[in-house]
């Protein structure tokens, strides 16, 4: 499983449709400051999924989209899709290459997409799920991410081994066991107290 190519259209200083291809082995992105290196790194951390606007260096949903230069005018959306080579079948789809998209527009409304199906958040997290990649995954290591590590609680710890380990998958699908039982549970109560109604 590799990234293979970034499409990124109104997300961040990106206004125009821009495609980055790479290759197997090693990829390199330089520019002068403030081209819009780390955007590149914030739009792959978006598209995976990232809720969190603190950490794609954001403060409001709409930071994420083109708000204009001296050349162009505000966009009103940001779309980004992201193409990995998946001839190993590492992610559960079986397709040589999976798309995922996240879209987002100013009025608020957002969209994710594999492989041009809409699709919930949930699915993009599960699809990552024990690879490396997506929220939980180590796959990318920004400024300051090692110190982080290193000075984190061992329970944030622990988060990164279990990924790594291949186990947080199993973890959540125990998580999400549990609150299906937590839910039968709760209907069978509501049926007994029904019967008893009808007695
Ligand atoms: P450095 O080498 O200094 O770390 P960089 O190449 O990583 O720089 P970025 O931090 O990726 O640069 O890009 C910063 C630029 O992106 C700034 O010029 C900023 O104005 C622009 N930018 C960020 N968000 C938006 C937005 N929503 N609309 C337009 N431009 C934006």
Known sequence: MNLKSIEIHG???FANKTKLKF???FSLIVGPNGSGKSNIADAIRWVLGETSLKNIRGENLSDVIFSGS???KAMNFAKVSIIFSNEDRKLPI????VEVTRKVYRDGESKYLINNKNVRLKDIRELFLDTGVGKEGYSIISQGKIDEILSSK???RRKIIDEASGIAKFKY???ESLKKLKNT???LIRIKDILYGLE
Not at 94 to 97: A, K, P, S
């Open 11 to 13: 997300f961040k200083s």
């Open 23 to 25: 290759n197997n082995r």
């Open 70 to 72: 001296d050349l162009s």
């Open 94 to 97: 079986e397709l040589d290459e």
């Open 154 to 156: 061992p329970n944030e």
């Open 173 to 175: 699908q125990k998580e």
């Open 185 to 187: 549970d709760e209907n």
